[in-house]
């Protein structure tokens, strides 16, 4: 059975800085491409980031440019998130997703949820002023 875990979340004044982990255990089929969404109270979820391998980049979101980073561990099925220069509109649950990846289509699906089909049960990022 897939088990997807995110660890990292927590509270930060406006500014901060905070790490989201992704741990992948279970999973013994092709490799996986990673993303993380957000989902803000009251918004539907959104893709915040996501990374296949090196050769085919990472995509975010224009609301995170510049400010998050994703990377991978892909011998490990580990994700990483790091987020800088937090305002309060980062603050939502953030999800860690993963599933087979799209192809050709990738830089266009890459934010759709139905491309993921193993989900994390969230953690909390929360920023104030």
């Known amino acids: 059975q897939v088990h997807v875990a995110e660890s990292g979340g927590g509270a930060v004044q406006v500014g901060g800085s905070l790490r989201l982990s992704c741990a992948i255990s279970g999973y013994t089929g092709r490799s996986l491409c990673m993303a993380w969404f957000r989902q803000a109270p009251g918004k539907e979820r959104e893709g915040v980031a996501a990374?296949?391998?090196?050769?085919?980049?990472?995509f975010y979101a224009d609301s995170v440019k510049g400010r998050f980073t994703i990377s991978r561990d892909s011998t490990k099925n580990t994700l990483t998130l790091r987020m800088n220069s937090l305002s309060p509109e980062d603050t939502a649950m953030y999800y860690c997703?993963?599933?087979?990846?799209?192809?050709?289509?990738?830089?266009?699906?890459?934010?759709?949820?139905?491309?993921?089909?193993?989900w994390g049960q969230g953690t909390q990022v929360t920023v104030s002023s």
């Open positions: 990374i296949y391998n090196d050769r085919e980049g990472a």
């Open positions: 997703a993963a599933g087979l990846y799209g192809g050709s289509s990738w830089p266009v699906t890459w934010a759709r949820e139905w491309m993921y089909g193993y």
